[in-house]
């Protein structure tokens, strides 16, 4: 029955149209530069790249796409305008408020960053954990606020540790050398809160437990290979080396000149 109606109606739309078919050859080979994307996608990217501000969407729709694909990019602008408020909040606190909106204009400024946020990497989220666990060290070394210093400290590197892996742990042995030439051996104990520290390698542990319990030990065994070992490989460093010479100095151009001036 399907298939009588089918052809039934393929020959009604013969008679009263004009059907012309053209065979395509084979699709050419893509170039590296080449991007598959669907309609949708692109008029998404297309608003963003012209600095789209307002978006109305009705679900159900062969648009609802474009909605959802606009509305998760709002939390990682989010992260990145939280991350902006944080260094200004930390610059006040541990030098002046102008020293701290000069520090946020700088990140603000910095272009691969901000376009991180507008395409949904999660570069973004790490920055803004670390920015928070760097800060509450900071306020530890210099003094003040000692007791939420170790809660931002040691929560933001848990959170940081689940956005984006081990990688998060390199902050942590810059900021240890830093309060021991500050502060010696004397006060390691307010370094290592005890329910600081527990609360934040927890919350950091517990994605990789929900990773290895969702998707078995061999997703949570790629995944640490491929932070600890593929990631850190000499081969890697060589092969992104130059590309790391150029990029580095255009991404930090903001912080070189403060620092040059």
């Given at each position: 029955?399907?298939?009588?109606?089918?052809?039934?109606?393929?020959?009604?739309?013969?008679a009263?149209?004009?059907?012309?078919?053209?065979?395509?050859g084979p699709a050419p080979e893509s170039s590296s530069d080449?991007?598959?994307?669907n309609g949708n996608t692109a008029i998404v990217e297309g608003c963003l790249e012209a600095g789209v501000e307002t978006f109305f969407g009705y679900p159900i729709t062969p648009a609802t796409t474009i909605l959802e694909m606009l509305a998760a990019r709002l939390p990682y602008v989010a992260a990145g305008a939280l991350t902006i408020w944080l260094i200004a909040w930390f610059g006040e606190r541990l030098a002046s408020r102008d020293s701290g909106r000069l520090?946020?204009?700088?990140?603000?400024?910095?272009?691969?960053?901000?376009?991180a946020g507008l395409r949904t990497i999660p570069d973004v989220w790490?920055?803004?954990?670390?920015?928070?666990?760097?800060?509450?060290?900071?306020?530890?070394?210099?003094?003040t606020h000692r007791d939420l210093g170790p809660w931002l400290a040691w929560l933001g590197l848990g959170l940081a540790m689940a956005t984006k892996g081990m990688v998060a742990l390199l902050l942590f042995p810059a900021l240890a050398v830093a309060w021991w030439?500050?502060?010696?051996?004397?006060?390691?104990?307010?370094?290592?809160?005890?329910?600081?520290?527990?609360a934040g390698l927890g919350l950091g542990l517990l994605w990789y437990a929900a990773v290895a319990i969702r998707l078995g030990?061999?997703?949570?065994?790629?995944?640490?290979g491929d932070q600890l070992q593929a990631t850190l490989t000499a081969r890697e460093?060589?092969?992104?080396?130059?590309?790391?010479?150029?990029?580095?100095?255009?991404a930090l151009m903001p912080f070189i000149l403060l620092g040059l001036a």
């Open positions: 029955g399907n298939i009588r109606a089918f052809d039934a109606g393929y020959a009604e739309g013969e009263a149209f004009k059907l012309d078919f053209t065979e395509l080449a991007v598959m994307m520090a946020a204009m700088c990140l603000a400024a910095c272009l691969p960053w901000m376009l790490l920055t803004l954990f670390m920015t928070l666990s760097a800060g509450g060290f900071l306020l530890l070394i210099n003094g030439r500050w502060h010696g051996d004397a006060v390691w104990r307010e370094l290592f809160h005890r329910p600081a520290v527990m030990p061999s997703a949570l065994l790629n995944f640490t460093v060589l092969n992104h080396f130059f590309g790391y010479l150029v990029y580095l100095p255009v």
